[in-house]
């Protein structure tokens, strides 16, 4: 067999960019993509080849798939990396930044699935790993936008799972919790500047102190840990639907499961609204 050939996208920081870096140790031809070439230039020296691809962009994508088809002639694992978390209370949140956040999460995810599937079906294999987050199965005060997204995600990929088994094709959804990137910031700085000066000002501010709180080693867990899970998952003989990734992961997925709507909501408000 010719060696396995695997796109990752979001590939210049993060979870991407080890996932990157464990799946060309394990053997693969790697291609990472991410909007800016110039941040990937180490991976490029360790021999992940790298392009810019933009996932709110079709053609961008389209020509990203052609290029590695023409020069691989097959790609066996997409990992639908890219995404960001964009928070602020749903009355402040501007819809257009709320649309980019679908563009982003799940309609860049969903185009890149429909243009690898095509090729995965003529080798009768292949593995789309679709990054989701324990945020599909809890929910937070100010990430109502996010939290949906990684919702759609899930029952996306719930889907697709079925329809694409007869054709020897895998779909695998991974559940990272906290994990140490750059996303932690991008969250928090959003829900700041989004409520500033207006009715959610000072809950948000709480809100963000909480955030910031388990973005530390001791609470949160380092990239790494997400890429070791994506490269068990794409060499895995018979994946798991659904890996739980990163420190208390399993724990937050199990207290939801617990819980009542009503108790989960007394957590929430302990923990994000009150002084």
Do not use: C
Not at 105 to 131: C, D, K, S, Y
């Amino acid at each position: 067999m010719s060696t396995r050939v695997a796109l990752v996208t979001g590939g210049s920081s993060g979870i991407g960019e080890q996932a990157a870096l464990l799946l060309k140790k394990a053997g693969f031809e790697v291609y990472a993509v991410a909007r800016r070439v110039d941040r990937m230039a180490d991976l490029e020296k360790l021999g992940v080849r790298t392009f810019a691809m933009d996932v709110t962009d079709d053609a961008s994508m389209t020509t990203g798939i052609e290029r590695i088809i023409a020069e691989q002639g097959r790609i066996d694992v997409l990992v639908n990396n890219a995404g960001y978390g964009s928070y602020g209370a749903v009355e402040d949140v501007p819809i257009d930044e709320a649309r980019r956040q679908f563009e982003v999460n799940v309609f860049g995810l969903a185009r890149l699935t429909q243009l690898v599937t095509p090729h995965m079906r003529e080798q009768n294999t292949g593995r789309i790993i679709n990054i989701s987050s324990v945020g599909a199965v809890i929910y937070e005060p100010f990430g109502a936008w996010y939290h949906a997204t990684k919702y759609a995600v899930e029952g996306f990929s719930d889907s697709l799972r079925v329809e694409l088994a007869p054709f020897g094709i895998d779909v695998v959804i991974i559940r990272p919790a906290g994990i140490l990137t750059e996303w932690n910031e991008i969250s928090r700085d959003s829900l700041i500047e989004t409520s500033r000066g207006g009715a959610y000002e000072k809950q948000a501010a709480g809100a963000a102190k909480t955030l910031k709180r388990v973005d530390n080693k001791l609470m949160s867990s380092g990239p790494r840990t997400v890429a070791k899970t994506i490269v068990k998952a794409a060499t895995a003989h018979r994946p798991k639907t659904r890996y739980a990734t990163g420190r208390g992961a399993r724990m937050v997925i199990g207290s939801r499961r617990v819980l009542s709507d009503r108790a989960f909501d007394a957590v929430l408000t302990r923990a994000y609204l009150r002084d």
